[in-house]
């Protein structure tokens, strides 16, 4: 096991369990057998899914072939759910909430699966958790899409592939830099393709040098910069988490809108997304008797360090940089193009490779330092936020439509708050995990998402015909 995934191995605490939790809606409804045959045939073709995990004070933590593997403890059924009075929307997202507390069995493979065969609506619920030690967010939307009707299995192995040189201490740091192309590195491309094109110069020696002269200040910069970052501003949000979760979810806007407004007011779809969930946030902070004026609040933000080709490997291989969402900003324009103007200040940016080495070195150390290194994350900032582009049209599994897709990553030390946006299928999903203690309305923060695109909506509508704002 690399030190990164030992490092997530070990990042569990009671109040915040180390799983990226998942849930599809599929319609009609699918069977168990249907589902332990689509699982035996296609996400076991996977290795790491018939592993185990076994920790030695010589070798450090292993994956190991569980030989008593059997499907049934990871694929099984969940009784119809009791309605209680409420709707069926609201009793999914309680036991998924639960499930958010539920640990993984540490003798047994990392993972399981969920299934409500009938929501009693004609429609299936499938709940998904993996431990992250197995792979990061990206990895497994590639596992999964792979175990889709139209899915395509993992390429398979060379027989003469060399082995992986020792995962050393200085090599990770510089293995990132070795094997990244643009498209796959997202706000990160333009810095770090310069590295590694720089690296890669031997004919031009002098440029080269200069030119990693260059990129070694902006990384020592970068160091230094998140070093003395100052901690986060405090609100209701941030503080002591406990381990009961609450999840909220919706899918109220349309793909094609959110374009629409982005390219009317100059800025992406990321731009638009961003900041209707620092919208939502600070109107219920306000809504809360809090006053946000000048406030802002972090999010760590997960950045892939990876060619998406090599998704099927699995493990952890991304960075994480610090976005300032500016909940304090009322007026919807104004707070678009802050948020903006902090994407841009992240392009080029090498905190996501030296996060990446932190949680390498994190690895190596005993659990107590580890967390005590990985609470300077939780002090500087007040959410895990994931943004990640889904397929564009409905997938279909065992032979029903995917008709909805959710997940949330974990939040590591004392954060508390998990934002999920996912594009699927021609809609925005946007997602809320919180710890009940300190949010336990997530979906109220939910639903102020739409009308803050509402406002950017109305305010792009009223443009002169054929322009777009600055």
């Not at 057998?33 to 899914?49: D, G, N, S």
């Not at 100052?230 to 988490?241: E, V």
């Not at 290194?373 to 990640?388: D, P, R, S, Y």
């Amino acid at each position: 096991m690399s030190r990164v995934d030992h490092a997530w191995l070990r990042m569990d605490t009671e109040a915040n369990l180390m799983m990226i939790v998942g849930v599809w809606s599929l319609r009609p409804v699918i069977k168990l057998q249907a589902l332990r045959e689509r699982v035996a045939e296609r996400l076991l073709k996977y290795p790491r899914f018939r592993q185990k995990v076994v920790e030695d004070s010589v070798l450090g933590a292993q994956w190991v072939l569980d030989r008593e593997f059997d499907i049934a403890h990871h694929v099984i059924a969940e009784l119809p759910l009791p309605l209680r009075g409420q709707s069926r929307a609201d009793v999914l997202r309680e036991r998924v909430a639960e499930l958010c507390s539920q640990p993984l069995d540490m003798a047994r493979p990392l993972w399981q699966m969920q299934l409500i065969e009938d929501m009693g609506d004609g429609s299936s619920a499938l709940i998904v958790r993996v431990h992250h030690c197995i792979a990061d967010g990206i990895a497994l939307i590639a596992v999964m899409l792979s175990i889709t009707d139209d899915g395509q299995p993992p390429p398979q192995r060379r027989a003469t592939a060399e082995p992986e040189s020792p995962d050393w201490l200085l090599d990770a740091f510089l293995r990132p830099l070795s094997n990244l192309t643009v498209k796959a590195i997202g706000l990160t491309g333009a810095g770090l393709s310069r590295g590694v094109d720089a690296m890669k110069s031997a004919g031009a020696p002098v440029d080269a040098s200069l030119e990693m002269a260059r990129l070694g200040y902006q990384a020592v910069s970068d160091v230094a910069a998140f070093a003395l970052m100052p901690d986060d501003s405090p609100t209701r949000l941030k503080g002591q988490p406990g381990p009961r979760k609450r999840v909220a979810w919706d899918s109220s806007l349309a793909l094609d809108e959110v374009r629409a407004v982005g390219k009317a007011l100059g800025a992406s779809i990321n731009d638009v997304l961003l900041a209707c969930a620092a919208g939502a946030i600070g109107q219920y902070l306000r809504a809360h008797g809090e006053d946000t004026a000048g406030k802002e609040i972090r999010a760590m933000v997960p950045v892939n360090l990876r060619p998406l080709e090599d998704a099927w490997q699995l493990g952890n291989r991304f960075g994480l940089v610090p976005l300032v969402l500016p909940v304090g900003i009322e007026n919807p324009l104004e707070r678009l193009y802050a948020v903006r103007a902090r994407m841009a200040e992240l392009k080029g940016s090498f905190q996501p490779v030296m996060a990446f080495g932190l949680l390498s070195v994190a690895g190596l150390l005993i659990k107590p330092v580890q967390h005590a290194m990985l609470n300077i994350f939780a002090k500087k900032a007040t959410a895990v936020m994931t943004n990640v582009p889904g397929p564009e049209r409905p997938l279909k599994f065992c032979g029903s439509t995917v008709e909805q897709v959710m997940f949330w990553v974990p939040q590591s030390g004392g954060i508390g708050v998990g934002l999920s946006i996912l594009t699927y299928a021609g809609r925005v999903q946007f997602g809320l995990v919180t710890d009940r203690g300190l949010c336990p309305d997530p979906e109220t923060v939910v639903a102020g998402f739409a009308p803050e695109f509402d406002k950017l909506l109305l305010l792009s509508l009223m443009l002169p015909w054929g322009e777009s704002a600055a």
